[in-house]
């Protein structure tokens, strides 16, 4: 009876969205899942735009290949899936749609953001 009166509670709960709102672009590192369907926009934190010129980017970033070294803002690590990422940006290809954009580099020392937030 207890159970079954726990699950009717529990049913009553609204249930939340998947992804609460958008994040900081100066807070992301760990593991990062890049996604590219536009359906699945509602399911990503943020939306990003990969900038070919470092000067223009908000945030460089490096990749690492381990996700256990991702600890720092601008190390990430590209995650398998969706469900095992610390976060799921949406890649869009107009700038004007993105809420930040990165630019990959290839030294470590220089990942990191370029705003002052």
């Not at 998947?18 to 807070?27: D, I, W």
């Not at 934190?45 to 470092?54: G, K, L, N, W």
Request: hydrophobic share 45%.
């Amino acid at each position: 009876m207890l159970s079954f009166v726990l699950s009717f509670l529990l049913a009553l709960i609204p249930a939340k969205s998947p992804v609460a709102g958008p994040v900081e672009p100066c807070k992301i590192y760990g593991s990062v899942y890049l996604e590219t369907d536009p359906a699945r926009r509602t399911y990503c934190h943020a939306t990003v735009y990969v900038e070919p010129e470092e000067a223009f980017a908000d945030m460089l970033v490096f990749k690492e290949n381990n996700r256990l070294f991702a600890d720092k803002v601008g190390l990430w690590a590209d995650a398998p899936a969706r469900d095992f990422a610390d976060y799921v940006l949406l890649v869009v290809t107009d700038r004007s749609r993105a809420d930040f954009s990165i630019h990959y580099t290839t030294v470590r020392s220089f990942a990191g953001c370029k705003t002052n937030n």
